[in-house]
């Protein structure tokens, strides 16, 4: 596979995490349909299994989704810079504590959004706690679950 097609799937993957935190775009799909098309040009035991794994790791994903509260998000402040805080924190969180770190990069974007805004750290954190209850944590899981497809092809990109 040629540099130029990765590099579109790379950047049809980060469209898809963008996805994820704009409302609208459908971000797990567009991460898997990278995926997927990644598979079907290597045909390797490799690809098979991550799109087998991508998969149903999305599946999995949507029930989760599911049996969370539904999404209430008006009158709750929530900004593009919030959103963008969000993102950055928990792609930051996860190169910097592999994996796990995407959490409390995803919390820490939010609530530090909140200090800057509201000024106080009381204050913060009832707003971060309200907007993790009522959105936060279904984004969340998406964000996460599409890491993980992406951050596994890149595995398989450099290492495979």
């Known amino acids: 596979m040629g540099v130029w097609q990765l590099l579109l799937i ?4 980060l469209l898809g995490l963008c996805g994820v935190l704009v409302p609208g775009l459908p971000g797990p799909w567009l991460v898997w349909a990278a995926m997927l098309w990644w598979s079907l040009h290597e045909q390797t035991t490799l690809a098979w299994i991550l799109l087998v794994s991508s998969t ?7 029930v989760v989704v599911w049996q969370l509260p539904p999404r ?25 504590i592999p994996v796990i770190g995407a959490i ?6 939010v609530y530090l959004t909140e200090r800057q805004r509201l000024g106080g750290h009381g204050q913060a954190r009832a707003s971060t706690r309200r907007l993790m209850r009522a959105v936060g ?3 969340l899981v998406e964000l996460f679950s599409c890491m993980l497809i992406a951050g596994a092809w890149l595995g398989a990109v450099i290492w495979g």
């Open 10 to 13: 790379a950047m049809v993957m």
């Open 56 to 62: 149903a790791l999305l599946l999995v994903t949507q």
């Open 72 to 96: 209430r998000i008006r009158g709750l402040g929530i900004t593009r810079r919030m959103v963008a805080s969000a993102g950055i924190g928990a792609l930051l969180g996860f190169i910097l």
């Open 104 to 109: 409390p990069g995803f919390v820490g974007g």
């Open 137 to 139: 944590t279904s984004v």
